[in-house]
């Protein structure tokens, strides 16, 4: 929301529905879902949109910005992580499979509580305004999917191995992080495999610091935009 209004009078904003959230996951196999994101919003940019974009993810959608990059996304110029999980270690492949079956083996209305409590938890304190917005867009997601997708991510692994991801030239990835979120394990930084990225750590801040200190994250992703040229950086 904060992104679209910022931005939203010089550029061109796309924002696509991905498989994790709402209704249009329903039938895809958990473990290909990162995959069929990327090839589909590859199609979306190359044959609808047509022009030459930027890509940000946030959370789980990372790993649809890893695969954007390994199929080599006809007109990607740029990629920005936001607290995105990097499923380079067993460390963080074991603990977010026993979290995620942990909470499918809830049953339907079980499980939407402990989501909800879970996310809350994610939010952190902020103010209330805040916490709508963010967990209006969640009410919406298929728990059991989103956690399907999560539980499958060994398979993704194997399918997909993070570290053949191929590495785009400096300046061209941006990592931006919360100390309270992916930040605090560097395991699960995808610095770990974007060596050469520009990094920010947002100290004292939770995973949806993108809506929280909006105005500090808008001006950082101005920046990065700012330097593709005006072809390159449509987003």
């Known amino acids: 929301m904060f992104q679209k209004e910022y931005f939203r009078n010089r550029y061109l904003v796309v924002l696509p529905d991905l498989f994790e959230h709402g209704e249009s996951q329903r039938g895809l196999e958990p473990a290909a879902v990162p995959r069929l994101n990327a090839e589909a919003l590859d199609d979306l940019m190359r044959n609808i949109v047509r022009r030459r974009y930027i890509a940000i993810g946030h959370s789980l959608a ?14 990607l110029t740029g990629t920005v992580f936001v607290d995105c999980t990097y499923q380079g270690s067993e460390e963080v492949l074991s603990a977010r499979e026993t979290f995620a079956h942990s909470m499918l083996s809830l049953a339907d209305e079980p499980l939407k ?37 999560v539980a499958s991510c060994r398979e993704f692994n194997r399918r997909f191995p993070p570290a053949q991801i191929p590495l785009p030239p400096q300046g061209r990835v941006l990592i931006m992080e919360a100390d309270g979120g992916v930040g605090a394990d560097f ?18 801040a939770r995973h949806f610091f993108f809506v929280i200190e909006h105005q500090k994250f808008n001006k950082i992703l101005e920046d990065f935009l700012s330097r593709f040229s005006p072809q390159e950086r449509e987003k």
Request: net charge negative; glycine share 4%.
């Open 113 to 149: 509580i402990e989501a909800l409590k879970w996310y809350s938890d994610l939010i952190g304190s902020s103010p209330d305004e805040f916490r709508e917005i963010i967990l209006a867009d969640f009410r919406q997601c298929d728990y059991r999917h989103l956690f399907e997708v």
């Open 187 to 204: 395991r699960r930084s995808w610095v770990n495999h974007f060596k050469d990225a520009e990094y920010f750590l947002f100290e004292d």
């Open 62 to 75: 990372g790993l649809t910005l890893g695969e954007m990059l390994r199929i080599e996304a006809e007109n």
